[in-house]
């Protein structure tokens, strides 16, 4: 899998927007870009994946830039319920295993 | 919520001695990935299971071993326990898709496990 860049860290204001960015300068084209969060000490939660177009659902929006080399995951309006540690993954289609860098802690205050 | 459950939720054990750990898939998910989870760090791959059968493997020595059951549920067991593997372990099911498609993998709540 192609490795990722995102920023340790990063507060965001409750009922603001947040928007967490993520380098994958090295993503080949069978590569799918997945975001996935973890509350502290549970497992990770899926949030969205997405190849080449810009995905929404329910959770996030995901938008990934025309060269595939970076992406951003937005929370449209943040809650201190999304305080997590944010991961960026660059995973190949069908792959087994998934690659956890550092991600991003995110830290939604009042 | 993922369907995905792992028993037990906490685990003490001594070093030199053996643990098993349990995970039942969602329904209808033929793979199951298991990972290790120190504290502070990312989750870091041991192995996927396809089927019942090994399918790909970090870098985890033999000790680390796995199960994978007809019935949407499987084992880690790890042998001659170190001090090192006090960690959360988390499995992970997913459908197993071939040709192409984004398989997406859905977490447990984990175990965690210490080595006195």
């Known amino acids: 899998d192609a490795k990722t860049t995102q920023p340790p860290s990063m507060d965001c204001a409750e009922g603001r927007a947040a928007n967490l960015p993520c380098n994958h300068s090295?993503?080949?084209?069978?590569?799918?870009v997945y975001w996935y969060r973890q509350i502290h000490s549970q497992g990770p939660q899926y949030i969205i994946h997405g190849l080449k177009n810009n995905e929404t659902n329910e959770m996030a929006s995901l938008i990934i830039t025309e060269d595939r080399k970076s992406s951003t995951l937005i929370l449209p309006h943040a809650t201190l319920r999304d305080t997590a540690v944010y991961y960026c993954i660059a995973h190949k289609a069908a792959g087994n295993k998934l690659t956890f860098g550092g991600g991003t802690r995110v830290l939604v205050k009042p | 919520e993922t369907g995905v459950t792992q028993s037990p939720t906490h685990l003490i054990k001594t070093r030199g001695q053996q643990v098993t750990l349990r995970c039942s898939s969602q329904s209808g998910h033929n793979t199951v990935s298991w990972y290790q989870q120190a504290l502070g760090q990312g989750p870091q791959f041991i192995f996927q299971?396809?089927?019942?059968?090994?399918?790909g493997r970090g870098n985890f020595p033999p000790r680390f071993s796995g199960l994978q059951f007809p019935n949407y549920s499987s084992e880690l067991n790890v042998n001659a326990l170190e001090l090192d593997d006090s960690a959360l372990y988390l499995c992970?099911?997913?459908?197993?898709?071939?040709?192409?498609?984004?398989?997406?993998?859905?977490f447990g709540p984990g175990t965690r496990l210490t080595v006195l």
């Open positions: 992970a099911s997913s459908p197993g898709l071939a040709g192409g498609v984004a398989d997406t993998q859905y």
């Open positions: 090295t993503i080949s084209g069978n590569e799918y």
């Open positions: 299971y396809y089927r019942e059968e090994e399918n």
